[in-house]
């Protein structure tokens, strides 16, 4: 069954812009292959610069590139990490990357929504924990949701989880959505797609 | 004591007795707590000897991902139980993700002197 988490964008209208890549974590070890999320995720910041409504001669301009190419680096990067850490390895699934743009006339100087998603599949004992925290980071104020899992990484000696998706609602104003769908029953094989929505 | 140094491809982690300063250097996007523990454990060394000043000069640090910044934030909540070491850390506006996300870590550990230039 498909279920539908946050805010998600379910199709875009064909002339938008955009870009898509296609990653295959089986074929090297996700260490080997781990560096190559950041060199992603800047290369796709550089790709998207150029979307960008920039006046030249505006001397805000170049400031405001760098700090939109900061942000989408950060957000592919953290959506990529994610993704190749979690796709079931068993399913031979390839992670599907894609990002869209659109320009918002309404919003003033010419801002432009940056939509980053990526697919992969998750283990089937994995999806209700978490689709639990999902409702639970939903639900919750972000910032206080976002001291109490440092807090309890610190007290259970663990790696604090969720804090990739807290930044990126917390430092960088994003609005994140889920889309779990099922791929094939025999084997069980589900796919979540892991959207942000981004305006530079 | 000498210079320790910690250091890969991308990134530098140096820390310097004389003044008790970690300088962090480059793109740290390391696989999580596992991958950071050779500079948590640094970190936590540092804080066991219980300077009057700790500093972590992030100001060349042009990339870290969440997990750094999990790593980051479990060091300084963690000072909360040391008292006496005035935790100061240094960032730079120059760096996209130090303007967004450094002042979180003043949650954690409110008498953290943040000097963002």
Request: aromatic share 10%; with cysteine.
């Amino acid at each position: 069954m498909q279920k539908v988490f946050g805010d998600y964008i379910e199709e875009f209208p064909p002339e938008l812009d955009s870009l898509e890549m296609i990653f295959s974590p089986t074929a090297h070890s996700i260490r080997k292959r781990w560096s190559n999320n950041r060199l992603s995720a800047q290369f796709i910041a550089d790709y998207c610069s150029t979307f960008l409504p920039v006046d030249d001669d505006n001397p805000d301009g170049d400031r405001r590139i760098k700090e939109s190419k900061g942000s989408i680096t950060y957000i592919a990067n953290e959506l990529l990490e994610n993704a190749m850490k979690f796709n079931d390895r068993e399913s031979k699934f390839k992670v599907k990357f894609c990002i869209y743009f659109i320009e918002d006339i309404e919003l003033e100087n010419g801002s432009v929504t940056v939509v980053l998603f990526v697919t992969n599949t998750v283990n089937p004992q994995g999806i209700d924990k978490f689709q639990a925290f999902l409702t639970q980071l939903l639900a919750s104020d972000p910032e206080e949701l976002y001291v109490t899992q440092v807090e309890k990484s610190l007290e259970e000696d663990s790696e604090a989880s969720g804090l990739g998706f807290l930044t990126m609602i917390n430092d960088y104003s994003a609005k994140l959505g889920w889309k779990f769908e099922p791929l094939s029953t025999e084997p069980q094989i589900h796919t979540v797609t892991t959207m942000a929505q981004l305006t530079v | 004591m000498a210079i320790e140094e910690i250091k890969d491809k991308d990134y530098t982690v140096q820390y310097d007795p004389e003044s008790s300063t970690v300088d962090f250097i480059g793109l740290l996007s390391l696989g999580g707590p596992k991958e950071y523990a050779p500079i948590t454990d640094l970190l936590n060394k540092i804080a066991d000897s219980k300077p009057e000043q700790m500093t972590l000069n992030l100001r060349k640090l042009e990339f870290l991902n969440s997990s750094g910044i999990s790593m980051l934030s479990k060091f300084v909540l963690g000072l909360r139980k040391k008292k006496g070491i005035q935790l100061v850390v240094l960032g730079s506006n120059e760096i996209p993700w130090q303007g967004k996300s450094l002042k979180n870590l003043q949650k954690f550990l409110p008498s953290l002197k943040l000097e963002i230039e």
